[in-house]
């Protein structure tokens, strides 16, 4: 089949699936025929090999049943920086950059060099901050196995030698932290509720339910994080946590429970609240 119409027609397909069909389907076409979109469109009428077609036929049914194209890519952009992604690691979202260009605006106010990114996943909020911290040590603390194989290589990609990946549960891993040790705590936990489940984009039920779902009513994540290190945190140290868009009423009231002050809701690009930031008293 020509080339121009195959591409016309697998846009065509991938309408329906998402709102990038263009550029989804340049994606497909590459990752099958291993070359530049522009030189097989605009060249000397490129046809797919069988062995190509094929392969695209296997992308094209994968992507049109909700696989993420991000897991096809094996790799997604943050704030400038590629991340390795894939089965059993959270793909990256803009909405996480809200959360990042906050926690480094609070760090800035503070001098903040010992940061801890609870729940790290791939490690873009780790090493975004490690990047643009001057002389900042960032722990990332992540529990998922797979998750954190990606964690160790996005440091690596992105040669952020001041990332310390921990694997380990934050529940309980707050324990060998010294008390008020810490100048900074950052986490995007999981927070979608159990009750939602039903209602997810198919993209999602790709993603893992570890990196997902925050209990019941999607706060167990932020009880036991502010429960647990908010005396982590020095005095005058910030706090700041990514949220769903109707979580902000109650994880503000946990932080003034739990001693932080001067909170401030933060939205995102849409207008939704999208992080809740303070500093401890």
Known sequence: MEFK????EIKTLLTDVTDSPAYEARVLLELAAGGSFEDMMFGNGYVLSAEELQSLDKLVKKRLG?????????????????????????IPRDDTEVLVRTAISMAQQIDAINIFDLCSGSGIIAVTLAKEIKNSRVTAVELSESAFEYLKRNCAVNEAANVLPVMGDVFVCFESVPDRSVDMLVSNPPYIARSEADGLQRELLSEPDLALFGGEDGLDFYRGIIKNWILKVKHGGAVAFEIGDTQAGAVTDMMLENGLCRIKIVKDIQGYDRVVCGFVE
């Open 5 to 8: 119409r195959l591409y016309r």
């Open 66 to 90: 909700g696989y993420p194209i991000q897991y096809l890519l094996g790799k997604w952009s943050f704030m400038g920086r590629d991340y390795l992604v894939g089965e059993g690691v959270l």
